[in-house]
């Protein structure tokens, strides 16, 4: 168990950012809530990189209208470094899922380590446990700044947690209302329920940001770097919808045109090149291109079974097997992905373009469960059983940088 307690385990493998993670320097994300039941009373600890440095100093002659004094002949100052320099910062994929659990990836979404949650025995959905309304649901992963924060539980006291290694997490915010999801922009993360959550210290303090007014369930949040930037934060209950931005994560107002098919079960959002996309689970997809304040309904699919991906030229969003493509979000692509018989769910895209992936599907977990992993989203690879841990359900995927340590060493 991690959750509300800080735990090392020693990284076995090599070595965006909002929900719905944007491919390119423009936003975090993708992330996007936690639930931890103690809070950790230590901050996680890095381990030092020492380089070797050696210099040779030299002195120099000078005359003045008194004694003087002479360097032993020698030549002007010189200074040498030995060895590579520190490294301050390790690439990794996180996964978040419920039941508290993480796991991680140091080298590129080849094996997937370090699995971890409340219980690795119980089973969701099984026997009574409803893995969705409990204080250990994955709400979201958010990164900013060489840190991961998460959110956790839906329906029960939920928490915060934050982490600068992708292993060691500590409790940040605990036994509070739950958060729908989490996103970073412009040095804040912004956690969103009916009233937000913020903190400008990369998640080590919290303060009340400002109610969203809307009276039904917030559910995904990003951060569109449009302009000066805006959160964006999408709201449905039964037959309602809404969709409201913020410029600082604590004054809100309702967008000025919203389809009505949009904002209702939204799966993740993305931005890039000036466009603002929100893909929901049942096919429709929005784009905006003034930071969230009007929007456009643009038909897709019947189905849609990931977040969209900005991949620095394209927005990817997945239906199972088949990959829809679009530079503006206006028009789309579809094509076949291979092979033919995975269906792509929660998703996550590093900057030099490695995509990771775990299947899509009700019930495909524990030992149906699969991980993914390809390099241009569309010719994928299964990865083997003894690549990663067959485990509760899968719900947000991350990619960002953190200090080596005991999540993914130095290289």
Not at 47 to 72: C, L, N
Not at 74 to 83: E, H, L, R
Not at 359 to 385: C, I, T
Request: hydrophobic share 35%; proline share 6%; aromatic share 10%.
């Amino acid at each position: 168990m991690w959750i509300g307690a800080a735990l090392v385990v020693a990284c076995q493998g090599g070595g965006k950012e909002s929900a719905g993670v944007d491919g390119t320097s423009e936003a975090t994300s993708t992330t996007s809530t936690s639930g931890t039941s103690e809070e950790v009373t230590s901050s996680p600890t890095t381990p030092a990189t020492t380089s070797i440095e050696t210099t040779t100093v030299s002195t120099s002659t000078s005359t003045t209208e008194g004694p003087t004094t002479e360097a032993p002949t020698g030549t002007d100052a010189t200074s040498t470094t030995t060895g590579p320099p520190p490294v301050t910062a390790v690439p990794v994929f996180i996964a978040q899922g419920h039941y508290g659990r993480t796991t991680i990836s140091c080298d590129d979404g080849h094996t997937w380590i370090q699995d971890k949650s409340q219980d690795d025995a119980v089973r969701c959905f099984e026997a009574g446990l409803d893995c969705d309304h409990d204080a250990f649901a994955g709400r979201g992963i958010a990164h900013g700044e060489q840190t991961f924060v998460l959110t956790w539980g839906w329906g029960a006291p939920g928490s915060v947690v934050r982490s600068e290694d992708a292993s060691v997490f500590e409790t940040v915010l605990g036994d509070t209302p739950t958060f729908a999801d989490i996103a970073f922009g412009n040095g804040r993360f912004v956690a969103n329920s009916s009233t937000t959550q913020i903190s400008d210290d990369l998640g080590k303090t919290w303060t009340e940001g400002g109610p969203l007014d809307i009276d039904i369930n917030t559910r995904a949040i990003e951060f569109f770097p449009h302009e000066a930037g805006w959160f964006v934060v999408s709201g449905e209950s039964g037959e309602q919808r809404a969709i409201v931005r913020s410029p600082d994560g604590i004054t809100w107002t309702p967008a000025t045109t919203r389809p009505p098919q949009c904002g209702g079960y939204v799966i993740g959002m993305a931005y890039g090149s000036g466009v603002g996309v929100m893909a929901s689970g049942n096919g429709h997809v929005c784009r905006t291109t003034d930071g969230g304040d009007t929007w456009e309904y643009v038909p897709v699919s019947a189905d849609l079974s990931s977040p969209p991906i900005w991949t620095g030229s394209e927005f990817f969003v997945y239906e199972g097997s088949t990959l829809h493509r679009s530079a503006d979000g206006a028009s789309w692509q579809s094509e076949p992905i291979s092979p033919g018989d995975i269906s792509i769910g929660q998703v996550a895209r590093s900057p030099g373009g490695t995509f990771v992936a775990a299947n899509a599907g009700w019930m495909v977990w524990y030992e149906e469960q699969r991980f993914f992993r390809s390099e241009d989203g569309v010719n994928w690879e299964v990865l083997p059983a003894e690549a990663f841990t067959g485990s509760h359900p899968i719900y947000f995927m991350a990619h960002g940088e953190v200090a080596p340590g005991a999540g993914c060493p130095a290289e």
